[in-house]
């Protein structure tokens, strides 16, 4: 198949894995699915191109989440029950067990909001094996009791407390695999199908806990009531830490990843691609796997939905470097001391940016416009910036070298040096105010400036 046959095209579930399509032109086209692994992309046009799974992989995942849902509300359910089921009791210890119940669950949503699901969840295991070894001990004694060094009424008080804790035990286990289940399901479904997803997630698993409450009222009141609550309250929040989660709330990495990880297991793949000057320009990058891929001058600009990608080998995982890259509108922003190696910034607004001491070693600048930037000691070996905006620059100490590509260049004058109290002299070139760069006279200039080095 040709190259321009791919413009356009319907390529979902499609297999290029391990091709050379180089150059290739896949704009516009619906590659949901599509396997792209090992493949070499070099410069490959996937701009304004659809990314994620296809429709039977996504029916499937939202069903599996939905069921689990419903299964964490069940679970939310009868933890519930059987802490009210410990508080109606009138014995004053198993009132004690109950409300412990109570206050852990708080503190493990407490700490889920603030801290994270997964420290959360080191809080629950922790408490969990305290309580066992309390309940454990406690089994010790009793034993201890019937063999004789205690009276059979002493260890018949014991032996019910040591099933109340168990029971409450149990009861906290539950109640917290339910509400880390209810998130990883809002996490998915949100990830695919958006929050009106999350909404109808929740809402089976409410159904699912009303119902089982309702059943738990009608043996006890009170515990079906305290049943309703913990069910509400787990749903609610876990939900809205799900939700958390894939708006990428740094806290929430641990359900993050977990979500991503299975969206983008079936979602069109570029994992260990080689993805060098590829051009994903206003690309919809929903469950996009790009794991291990090279990224090297990658144009991402305008690009789409890219917090639901795995891209945690990349560096679009850092939220600042892909505000960089995917915007491009960055006048007056500050880079300094960044590693911008191989990044694409063509075309992007730079003016007044200050890059002193930035690696931009092998970086695309074409038609940049870098205007009264700071490229003071700033690294560009391999750089291209062929036209490029580099009027009023100050290159104080900038390291290029006959690998930089200058030429053409847009520069009326620039300044070697960065003005202060000291020394307020730019060393503007060419010297003369009212005189401009002529044609070539840039690149001559900067002849004598050139710096061969080792860039690693």
């Keep these: 198949m040709m190259a321009q046959e791919y413009r356009r095209a319907k390529l979902r579930g499609k297999s290029f894995k391990g091709q050379d399509l180089t150059g290739v032109d896949f704009s516009n086209s619906d590659i949901r699915g599509t396997d792209f692994t090992n493949a070499i992309l070099t410069d490959a046009n996937f701009s304004h191109t ?10 499937i995942i939202i069903l599996f989440s939905l069921l689990l849902c419903a299964v964490s509300g069940l679970m939310s359910a009868i933890g519930g029950s059987l ?13 004690y067990v109950g409300a412990s119940c109570l206050i852990i669950l708080s503190a493990y949503f407490l700490l889920s909001i ?7 969840c080191v809080f629950l295991a922790v408490t969990i094996a305290l309580a066992i070894v ?6 010790g004694f009793v034993a201890v009791f ?10 018949t008080q014991i032996a019910p407390i040591v099933a109340v804790v168990t029971m409450g035990t149990v009861a906290v286990i539950v109640t917290a695999v339910g509400a880390v289940c209810v998130t990883i399901s809002a996490a998915i479904t949100g990830a695919i199908a958006g929050v009106f997803a999350v909404m109808i997630a929740v809402m089976i698993a409410g159904i699912v806990a009303g119902a089982v409450s309702v059943y738990a009222m009608m043996v006890n009141p009170v515990a079906g009531i305290v049943a309703g609550i913990v069910s509400l309250v787990l749903v609610i929040l876990s939900a809205f830490i799900g939700v958390s989660a894939i708006s990428e709330d740094k806290k929430q990495n641990f359900v993050r990843k977990i979500a991503i990880s299975l969206t983008t297991r079936y979602g069109t793949s570029f994992r260990n691609a080689d993805l060098t000057d590829a051009d994903f320009t206003q690309a ?3 469950s996009a796997n790009f794991t291990k891929a ?21 560096y679009l995982e850092n939220a600042h470097m892909r505000e960089l890259v995917v915007n491009k509108d960055l006048q007056n922003k500050i880079f300094d001391g960044w590693n911008l190696r191989g990044i694409n910034l063509q075309g992007a607004n730079l003016k007044d940016a200050s890059f002193v001491g930035a690696n931009l070693n ?17 690294q560009l070996d391999k750089a291209d910036l062929r036209n490029a905006n580099l009027t009023g620059a100050y290159v104080e100490d900038w390291s290029i070298t006959p690998l930089t590509q200058l030429y053409p260049i847009n520069c009326d004058y620039i300044f070697l040096r960065v003005p202060t109290p000291e020394d307020p002299n730019p060393h503007r070139l060419p010297a003369n105010w009212e005189a401009t760069f002529k044609d070539n006279e840039f690149n001559q200039s900067m002849n004598p400036l050139l710096k061969v080095s080792n860039f690693g």
Excluded: C, P
């Excluded at 659809?50 to 029916?59: F, H, P, V």
């Excluded at 603030?114 to 959360?120: D, F, I, P, Q």
């Design 134 to 139: 309390a309940a454990v001990s406690w089994a």
């Design 114 to 120: 603030r801290k994270g699901v997964l420290s959360a």
């Design 50 to 59: 659809k990314s994620g799974l296809q429709r039977r992989w996504a029916i």
């Design 294 to 314: 090279k990224v090297k001058r990658t144009n991402w600009f305008d690009i789409k939905q890219v917090h639901l990608a795995a891209v945690n080998t990349t």
């Design 362 to 378: 092998q970086s695309n600048l074409r038609n940049a416009d870098l205007s009264r930037a700071k490229l003071v000691r700033s």
């Design 284 to 286: 919809k990058l929903k």
């Design 83 to 95: 802490v009210g089921f410990i508080l109606v009791d009138s014995a004053r210890s198993n009132v």
């Design 146 to 155: 019937w063999s004789g060094l205690a009276t059979t009424s002493e260890a």
